[in-house]
């Protein structure tokens, strides 16, 4: 059975949800079976799709819900959620 | 964000010559040169920060499209021009595919939130396969800034 799991984050790294972060998240998303989602505002998109993430134009300071329905949703999030914690490697530093 | 915000209208270019990722960059740096959107004294060093960029990762996302990108301190507001190869480039994309579709945007350092704006008007309209089609046809920079026009007035994303 698909299950769905949620998680709040917050973007932290000064540069905010830029490509390469955006990148870093659609790889580590399609190391996992289930469906991930990035939910801003309302506006949902594809968490496997850089496309679709780089539309939310997430800057620093924004929340943002991570849906994940599959059967390891669980685990999708973990990493996901992880990536935020560790400001996706920038630390502080703003790169481009 | 819109692209008339940050395109340099002069600088858009629909038939790169360039073969290789490098000559590439420099081909779109050159043209915003020449449209006077930066001074000659800092292309180089502009070539430079971009390709750094590259280093970290290529900035091809998928679908035939890159956003080579660098924050440099000569610039005083976002600028970035569009450009076209027919045949495609090799640029190490994410997804393997030659890049045909390029957005190079130069950002103030100081001014992230304008880049990630940027970032979300060229995603969001190449969701739209109508007008990632026409521009990859486009045969002459005034065709280009025609779609970019057609975009910014919401003819193509919703």
């Known amino acids: 059975m698909a299950e769905t799991a949620t998680r709040t984050v917050t973007v932290n790294n000064p540069a905010g949800l830029h490509a390469r972060p955006a990148e870093l998240f659609v790889k580590t998303a399609g190391q996992f079976e289930a469906k991930i989602e990035v939910i801003k505002n309302g506006q949902r998109v594809d968490g496997k799709s850089i496309l679709n993430i780089l539309t939310l134009a997430a800057v620093q300071g924004t929340e943002l819900s991570l849906e994940a329905t599959g059967p390891d949703a669980h685990q999708a999030l973990d990493a996901l959620s992880e990536l935020f914690a560790r400001d996706f490697d920038e630390n502080g530093t703003v790169k481009s | ?158």
């Not at chain 2, 350092?109 to 979300?120: F, Q, S, V």
């Open chain 2, 1 to 158: 964000m819109k692209f008339g915000d940050f395109v340099s209208r002069d600088a858009i270019r629909a038939q790169l010559g360039a073969d290789d990722k490098e000559s590439a960059i420099r081909e779109m740096i050159g043209a915003l040169l020449e449209a006077g959107n930066i001074s000659s004294d800092e292309a180089e060093s502009i070539v430079k920060a971009i390709l750094k960029r590259e280093e970290l990762g290529s900035t091809g996302i998928g679908r035939g499209v890159a956003v080579p990108h660098a924050k440099h301190p000569s610039v005083q507001r976002l600028v970035g021009t569009v450009a076209v190869s027919g045949e495609g480039i090799d640029f190490n994309s994410l997804d393997g595919e030659k890049v045909q579709l390029f957005f190079l945007l130069i950002s103030p350092p100081d001014r992230p939130g304008d880049h990630l704006r940027a970032l979300e008007n060229i995603s969001s309209q190449l969701r739209d396969e109508t007008f990632c089609r026409f521009l990859k046809q486009a045969k002459s920079a005034d065709d280009i800034r025609q779609l970019l026009e057609e975009a910014d007035n919401n003819g193509f994303a919703s």
